[in-house]
């Protein structure tokens, strides 16, 4: 491990951007972020899409920064799942692609589960029914007028997108294409039986390789800086959640993950799927990670909610930082038993762009709750139902792996949280372990790294991540005093998912130790 190559990780997240230098140093890992930038959709043909002209060239000005400074052996792209860009025959974008925020899926959805059955879709993938999987996108594209599916030779997933435009193969990674509801993740192929099943093509699947692959160089011009010359394209664990967890400092093998940001990403890492009635239940996903491992998990809506709530203040003229609205959400009086407002993050009514916090307070009213008037309560209402969200993904993996998980781990931005981090450990009673929080640059970085024989497989990526991050824990106070909360959000979130699991679990499956 003497020798330093840099790679490039592209961190690229649905608010914003980061292209990060990661490298070794001794028995250490660092990292540079060498350039940040904002990631806006865009309307476009009527629908919200992906800028991907944008993206890249920021994307590419951020390698530039970076090889400037030096040889940079490789580049690897980590994005959000779900999304996809079709290439044609002569591999160029058919148009821009479409946003899981756009809203086109909730009919959709709500259809295709009337028709085939939850079932069928999760037995088919092991994927959590949310109705801006990627199959259900496709299924709203066979409803559009413009026929975008048929004009498709391929369905890339946002990383692979990039990687081809950076001059990479036209294939897509393996945890990338886990998370799109029409891979099994069980047989580790293409579903093609569920597609066929439902009505959609299958002549739109790429090969799949995993990650660490080179898949090409790097596309350079006369302009590009020396150290871009002889650059490869080493996919990483390319969906972003896959690459955090890559980053996670266990502490124990039953230790619980969320990877915070945009999304919470709320899981435990494990060796094979979980892919039967009690997890179907749960609405709990299996999705491929690296070398070898599954993540178990559920997606909670995460920050998302106080992102857009920003940006609804910021449009009446009331610009607050975030640090601003966690410090008023934390001067609030919570109730004795905790959580004096609460809202189900899940619920589709919170998924596309809009006036979050008038949307909040309605189903505050809409469900006999105080109704949080000022930007501290609304995020405290917030912050409260995100931590409740993570208890609640402890409390349905407990019977499935037949303990609690001993603790979690938070990474991401979302670490940064102090209040969320703290209630997570109040309304869970677990330790929580805040750091890294460039989880994901890092995951990808170091799995370039082990591709180009810099690193020796998961467990020394981990015992580097554990020699190179300091990690803050919080420790549980008086979890009692959450108990009633715990319950009302649970019969919160009950009226979102029975859609999506089936019939609801009977009442002693829900009957879980509290430490």
Known sequence: ??????????????????????????????????????????????????????????????????????????????????????????????????????????????????????????????????????????????????????????????????????????????????????????????????????????????????????????????????????????????????????????????????????WSLVGVERTSPVIDAASQRANLTNEGGYDGTIRLLRNVMGLWLLQECRRQWRREGRDFEYADLVQQAGEQDAEQDGGRSLVDPDHPDFLTPGDMPTRIREHCAASGQPVPETPGEVSRCVIDSLALGYNAVADDLEPILGRRPSAVHIVGGGARNTLLSQLAADVTGLPVHCGPFEATALGNGLVQLAALGEVKGLDQIRDLIRSSTDVLTYEPRDTERWAHARARFRDIRSQTTSMATGPAPGPNQHQHRRK
């Open 1 to 262: 491990m003497s020798t330093s190559k840099t790679v490039a990780a592209v961190d690229l997240g649905a608010e914003s951007g980061r292209v990060v230098g990661v490298r070794l140093d001794q028995r250490s890992v660092t990292e540079q972020v060498v350039h940040r930038f904002d990631n806006v959709p865009v309307q476009r043909d009527g629908a919200l899409r992906w800028d991907i002209d944008t993206l890249l060239r920021e994307i590419r000005c951020g390698l530039d920064l970076l090889g400037a400074d030096g040889p940079v052996a490789s580049v690897g792209v980590d994005t959000w799942g779900l999304d996809y860009g079709l290439v044609d025959a002569a591999g160029e974008l058919v148009d821009l692609p479409i946003s899981y925020r756009d809203g086109r899926t909730r009919d959709v959805f709500e259809q295709a589960i009337r028709e085939h059955g939850a079932s069928t879709f999760y037995q088919g993938s092991g994927i959590q029914l949310l109705e801006v999987n990627s199959i259900f996108q496709w299924l709203a594209d066979v409803r559009r007028p413009d026929h975008r599916l048929d004009r498709a030779a391929q369905a890339l997933l946002m990383p692979d997108v990039f990687h081809h435009l950076l001059g990479g193969d036209v294939v897509t990674e393996y945890t990338a294409a886990s998370t799109t509801g029409a891979y099994d993740v069980a047989a580790s192929v293409w579903a093609t039986d569920l597609l066929e099943q439902v009505g959609l093509p299958t002549h739109m699947l790429p090969d799949v390789v995993p990650s660490g692959a080179d898949v090409g160089a790097l596309a350079t011009g006369p302009d590009s800086p020396a150290g871009l010359r002889g650059t490869r394209i080493v996919v990483p664990a390319a969906h972003d959640t896959a690459s955090a967890v890559v980053a996670v400092p266990f502490t124990a093998p039953d230790a619980m993950f969320v990877s915070s940001g945009t």
